[in-house]
């Protein structure tokens, strides 16, 4: 099974600030990635996929770029309303798997 | 607009069984690979199961192989989860999501999600 792990667990920031997460493969999954958001008592909404393509009606503040093994979900300017939990998942073989989550906080 | 409504979660015992629906609207249901991801509480996404949009492959977590089955009825516009043999382990709340496939690697990310159904296994 591939492991993916998110780093940090937990980020505290501020609006405005530039905030980036990584999430790190046990093995390749070449590009394909996913990042998802998820607000408390909430269910998860899709924010990127391959790696980089952002879904569309999401804001272009919203970035990711990475391959292979490393992956990283940059937010340029962070907003009251991104503050919340960001999960990566790889797609790359079976069975699929979640990055353990950062929760982006005040 | 896609919309996605889980039903079924409730209190169960262990060793218990329980079936999960997942109604589906606003898209061509019969066209779209779907799956069930579960989260216990306070701990973030775990995988459970993926159907293709005919029904003909599905796919499992090892932690729910030989105990859970997915399912769909395309004239109904419904995915179904049989969950059997519940252990406490099992106890989470249960999304239903759109997949998409990737046919480079025959596997799956999810564009839409439902709001989720609470599944309890305690005695």
């Known amino acids: 099974d591939i492991q993916m792990t998110q780093s940090p667990s937990t980020l505290s920031a501020s609006v405005g600030d530039r905030v980036t997460i990584t999430c790190r493969a046990s093995?390749?999954?070449?590009?394909?990635l996913a990042w998802y958001q998820q607000k408390p008592g909430k269910a998860p909404t899709f924010l990127i996929y391959?790696?980089?393509t952002l879904e569309s009606g999401v804001p272009s503040r919203f970035s990711g770029s990475g391959s292979g093994t490393d992956f990283t979900l940059t937010i340029s300017s962070l907003q009251p309303e991104d503050f919340a939990t960001y999960y990566c998942?790889?797609?790359?073989?079976?069975?699929?798997?979640f990055g353990g989550g950062t929760k982006v906080e005040i | 607009e896609v919309h996605l409504l889980e039903s079924g979660g409730s209190l169960v015992q262990p060793g218990g069984s329980l079936r999960l629906s997942c109604a589906a609207t606003?898209?061509?249901?019969?066209?779209?690979?779907m799956t069930w991801v579960r989260q216990a509480s306070g701990k973030g996404l775990e995988w459970v199961s993926s159907?293709?949009?005919?029904?003909?492959?599905?796919y499992y977590a090892d932690s729910v192989k030989g105990r859970f089955t997915v399912s769909r009825d395309n004239s109904k516009n419904t995915l179904y989860l049989q969950m059997n043999s519940l252990r406490s382990e099992d106890t989470a709340v249960y999304y239903c999501?759109?997949?998409?496939?990737?046919?480079?690697?025959?596997?799956?990310?999810?564009?839409?999600w439902g709001q989720g159904t609470l599944v309890t296994v305690s005695s």
């Open positions: 999501a759109r997949a998409l496939v990737e046919y480079n690697s025959g596997c799956y990310h999810f564009d839409r």
């Open positions: 606003g898209f061509s249901f019969s066209s779209h690979a």
């Open positions: 159907i293709r949009n005919s029904g003909d492959k599905t």
């Open positions: 093995q390749s999954v070449s590009i394909w």
């Open positions: 391959k790696a980089s």
């Open positions: 998942q790889q797609y790359n073989s079976y069975p699929l798997t």
